[in-house]
């Protein structure tokens, strides 16, 4: 994670042993008062969230379009754990009335 554009944006890169890469970048939009997130793959893949604070998790969701073209509801939650943060994912299919995992992790400060 590296900080872009003057600081403005939280910029988080993503390579997976499947050969998935991706990057986020994350701002704050004070004129909404709400955080946006974009995610791009080099697979063509985009999602977008947004949300902000609830109590002491960061929430951002939005509806997305799955690999078969459908709308996917995609929630990530991020909280402050035990000297990182936890980010959990979940996706729906039926508008938000269940959830399945997605990913659950936990990021931690690099230490040399």
Known sequence: ???ILDGCVLRE????????????????DAARRRWHQSWVTNRGQLLLL????????MVLAGPNRGPDGGIVELRGV??????G???????????GKTWKPLFDLVFRPHRP
């Open 1 to 3: 994670m590296d900080l």
């Open 50 to 57: 947004e949300g902000g604070m609830d109590g002491e998790r």
């Open 13 to 28: 890169a993503y390579d997976g042993r499947n050969g998935l890469s991706g990057q986020s970048f994350s701002i704050y």
């Open 85 to 95: 943060v936890r980010e959990t994912a979940e996706t729906s299919r039926d508008g």
């Open 78 to 83: 991020w909280r402050r754990e035990r000297g």
